[in-house]
T-cell receptor, first 110, second 113 residues
Framework: GIQVEQSPPDLILQEGANSTLRCNFSDSVNNLQWFHQNPWGQLINLFY???GTKQNGRLSATTVATERYSLLYISSSQTTDSGVYFCPTKSGGSNYKLTFGKGTLLTVNP | KAGVTQTPRYLIKTRGQQVTLSCSPISGHRSVSWYQQTPGQGLQFLFE???????NKGNFPGRFSGRQFSNSRSEMNVSTLELGDSALYLCASRLGQPSYEQYFGPGTRLTVT
């Protein structure tokens, strides 16, 4: 099945800094989503972005499906941005299973 | 519109027991998927149900089973619990084709002692 590689695995920022998280995929990207897992474990939807660029406030995401990668940009980071970020993608075929990478653990210090 | 809900939120069981977890999808969503999250294995797909039928199953032993009811609510059952089953179990719902976007519930944290 498809492999999802996320980088960096860990990232520590000072509040106000900008960051870029990256996901590389071993196969064609299908129906990619970005999630933020909060300290309580819930996965919060950030973007559904199979291709192109989207922006939502301080966050934006870009997926280049032909080159099998996606980027998440966080500007002016806040302590509430801390948590783990995932970029699962649907495997090929008719099933709707999401394949996850190991995530990027972001820590934003005040 | 209410989000995905899962009950219970926390559960402590003893090895050998069985457990049933419940998931109510977003109103109108017909697909429910279950995922297990552990520190060692990360997030792994368990199974997906759509219109009361299991559509896909992950690589888990037969002790893990599930079902979906006519109102799209889903239950997941784990029999003969093992210590390694301690995990966060997450449920996700999806509207159905052609929508692929999945929405996750808050999870059930299961501890097996």
């Amino acid at each position: 099945g498809i492999q999802v590689e996320q980088s960096p695995p860990d990232l520590i920022l000072q509040e106000g800094a900008n960051s870029t998280l990256r996901c590389n995929f071993s196969d064609s990207v299908n129906n990619l989503q970005w999630f933020h897992q909060n300290p309580w474990g819930q996965l919060i939807n950030l973007f559904y972005i199979p291709s192109g660029t989207k922006q939502n406030g301080r966050l934006s995401a870009t997926t280049v499906a032909t080159e099998r990668y996606s980027l998440l940009y966080i500007s002016s980071s806040q302590t509430t941005d801390s948590g783990v970020y995932f970029c699962p993608t649907k495997s090929g075929g008719s099933n709707y299973k999401l394949t996850f990478g190991k995530g990027t653990l972001l820590t934003v210090n005040p | 519109k209410a989000g995905v809900t899962q009950t219970p939120r926390y559960l402590i069981k003893t090895r050998g027991q069985q457990v049933t977890l419940s998931c109510s999808p977003i109103s109108g969503h017909r697909s429910v998927s279950w995922y297990q999250q552990t520190p060692g294995q990360g997030l792994q797909f368990l199974f997906e149900y759509f219109s009361e039928t299991q559509r896909n199953k992950g690589n888990f032993p037969g002790r893990f089973s599930g079902r979906q009811f006519s109102n799209s609510r889903s239950e997941m059952n784990v029999s003969t619990l093992e210590l390694g089953d301690s995990a966060l179990y997450l449920c996700a719902s999806r509207l159905g084709q052609p929508s692929y976007e999945q929405y996750f519930g808050p999870g059930t944290r299961l501890t097996v002692t």
